[in-house]
Each structure stands twice: as C-alpha cells, then as structure tokens.
C-alpha cells in the first residue's frame, strides 16, 4: 500500500512537471507576449539590453568595446547579411537629433520616412560598418532610439529590416559583459 502510494505521488509530480514545461513552452519567456513570432522565427535575446524578432537559426559574429562615452556592440548575421549596432550612452539621452545629426552628410546618406520608421540609406559605397575583423557595405539602417539606448539595424533588404525592427523591445536592465 505505501509502495503504491509512493508510485502515485511520483506520477502526479511528472505530470505537474510535464504540463508546466509545456505551459512554459507555449507561452514564451514572457518578452515576446506582445510579440506575434511568426513560424521558423524565434525572440532573440541580445545581451539582456534588448530583444528582437530573428530566425530560428540567426548565429551571431558578436564585437563590443566600452568607451568614456558607453557600450557599443555589434552582431553580424553572415548568412542573413545584416548587422545590429547597439549603443548605451547617457550621450544619447534624449537627444532627439541624433540621426541627423550622425548622418547629415547629403552626398553620403538620404534620411526618410517610411511606414513609420528613420530609414537611412547609405548613397556612398565607400560608407561602411564594421563586421569583426572586416567592413561591410549596408544600403540601408533603421535606428531605433530610446532614452539612452540606440539600435541601428543595418541591411540590404529594407522590408526585411522593418519586420525586425518593428519586434525591438529595449530592456531596461544593466547590458554590460
């Protein structure tokens, strides 16, 4: 009788267990709740500063180094071909002219509106962001700014870039290594 006890305990305990993992499984980490994740796309964690919509199979070449001005990394997506440069700066908080101010050059950049979003477009090939060890060439970037935080998503494929860019949610945790 005890024996069997013991049999019966442990099964409800599997099963709490099982139908926890996969509530758990189902629902998410709790960042992409207000996020529709289409199939085969996955909520990436980027260093706790930020979460963004990518591919199930996105690897990143992740670069960072900190400065007297803030934190600043990358993630390069080779296979995909973009990069997200991510700065923390209390420089940047609130300065509500940043972009036009990073970009004023005319013969170089060409700065619109576009369903919402900053479009950069990159005119000026010899214009590039750093990749690791090599630079790239990007014909467009969508800056996402808040508070002290900035996120520059830079592709070739703007549609794209706007999916993702539309998915950032800024964290308001520490994001230093």
Do not use: C
Not at 17 to 40: K, R, Y
């Amino acid at each position: 009788m005890d024996r069997n006890k013991m049999i019966i305990i442990g099964l409800i305990v599997v099963i709490v267990a099982l139908i926890a993992g996969i509530a758990l499984m189902l629902t998410g980490n709790g960042n992409s709740s207000d996020v529709q994740v289409p199939e085969g796309m996955q909520v990436y964690d980027f260093d706790s500063a930020f979460t963004m919509v990518v591919k199930d199979d996105a690897k990143f070449l992740k670069t960072w180094d900190s400065s007297s001005l803030g934190t600043h990394k990358k993630y390069f997506n080779k296979k995909d071909d973009y990069v997200i440069a991510y700065y923390e700066s209390d420089v940047f908080n609130n300065l509500d002219n940043l972009i036009s101010f990073t970009f004023n050059d005319t013969k170089k950049y060409n700065i619109t509106e576009d369903e919402g979003f900053t479009v950069v477009k990159t005119l000026d090939k010899n214009e590039k962001v750093s990749v690791g060890n090599s630079e790239k060439y990007f014909k467009y970037g969508i800056p996402i700014i808040e508070g002290n935080k900035y996120i520059m998503v830079w592709g070739n494929n703007l549609d794209s870039l706007k999916e993702m860019a539309s998915t950032v949610k800024i964290n308001g945790g520490n994001s230093d290594e």
